[in-house]
């Protein structure tokens, strides 16, 4: 008989950084949906990483501005050719 | 069309026919995530800067002549995109690839609230700086994991060649690190 497999936080790191395969999404989705113990450790590392995903640098308004000139000049030349 | 409600799959396909606007959508959806990358690599903002619009300027030409091919996962893609610039870019420059800068600023001297919300500035101040504060607080190797999986985009095993443990340690690094930041938010009564 097959032992049950045994999911650890390091499982749930993986899974919530997408560093799982589609087979082992859906086996530990199965998992989260069986197991509180394992769905409250999920939340917990789920509410860390939330918190960072408030903080972040972001490029300039000039750069972005900058890329977009970019490209509707190059959608320009691209009619003229045309 | 509403570009905010419309996958990156569907943007990229309305950029790739002529629309300009899926590529200003586009850029801000995933500015954050590209530039976070980059700027962690180099520690220069106005070379960071620089390297975002190349990235940018790459993606707009893999777009527009077809050879994009990956299935929907835009972000991950564009990432990529701007952190194998950024190697290019240091590979040639022979730059060290660390987490601090060489006056011992770290990344998140520079981190912002990313977006923006009704609660009151001056709050959201406080709890940007507490936020930071208490990641400093964390043991080294553990800001180092947090630093280079969070906001470098590094996969796990990525870390843990570039660190020289296994991927284990890299992990265990990672949810000391999340755990130790919770606690310390809860006892301070963080709140984001």
Known sequence: MLMPKIYTENHLLLYLYNELTDEEVVELNAELARNPVLFQQYQQLKSGINALNKLSVEPSQTSVELIMEYAQKLAASELEKV | ?????????????????????????????????????????????????????????????????????????????????????????????????????SEGNGIFDYLVIAEESNEDKIIKYQSESQLKNLIKLLPEEQREVLIMRHWGDMSFKEISEKTGVSINTALGRMRYALNNLRKMMVAKGVQI
């Open chain 2, 1 to 101: 069309m509403n570009m905010q409600t419309i996958s990156d799959h569907e943007l990229v396909t309305l950029y790739q026919s002529g629309t300009q606007t899926a590529l200003e959508e586009l850029i801000k959806r995933h500015k954050r995530s590209i530039f976070s990358a980059i700027y962690l690599l180099v520690r220069d903002r106005p070379l960071a800067e620089d390297i975002f619009q190349e990235t940018f300027i790459k993606i707009i030409h893999t777009l527009r002549s077809g050879n994009y091919n990956e299935e929907g996962k835009f972000a991950g893609w564009a990432v990529r995109v701007g952190r194998n610039l950024t190697i290019d870019y240091i590979r040639k420059m022979k730059r060290d690839v660390t987490i601090t800068d």
